[in-house]
Nanobody, 124 residues
Framework: VQLQASGGGPVQTGGSLTLSCVNSGRTFSGFVMGWFRQAPGKEREFVAS????????FYSDPVRGRFTMSRDNDKNTVYLRMNSLKPEDTAVYYC??????????????????WGQGTQVTVSS
């Protein structure tokens, strides 16, 4: 499994970005997928996760209602649509793949494979 995240960049407060994460592996639908982020000087934190079939999603409180996670198993890709961005959303965003047991894991140790991260910078 190799995860490649993209789509980050600079954006102004209130703007939108869509992150993508492509899995080069052949068993993409077998993984719970998650997005985490890490700001400078802070620990990595959970952002969103999605079940294997895409029918269940879960979000952290800071992003719920603004971010939407989806997946296309035919394209081996997950997405994170981020709306109404705030300066506090500035971080390196990582996608991750895990096999559970939770169908929407929120803890980093539930994920085995990690992408390289993509920087999101929100200016005020």
């Amino acid at each position: 499994v190799q995860l490649q995240a993209s789509g980050g960049g600079p954006v102004q407060t209130g703007g939108s970005l869509t992150l993508s994460c492509v899995n080069s592996g052949r068993t993409f639908s077998g993984f719970v997928m998650g997005w985490f982020r890490q700001a400078p000087g802070k620990e990595r934190e959970f952002v969103a996760s999605i079940s294997r079939g895409g029918g269940t999603t879960f979000y952290s409180d800071p992003v719920r209602g603004r971010f939407t996670m989806s997946r296309d198993n035919d394209k081996n890709t997950v997405y994170l649509r981020m709306n109404s961005l705030k300066p506090e959303d500035t971080a390196v965003y990582y996608c991750a793949a895990g096999r559970g047991p939770s169908i929407v894991g929120t803890m980093p140790n539930e994920y085995t494979f990690w992408g390289q991260g993509t920087q999101v910078t929100v200016s005020s």
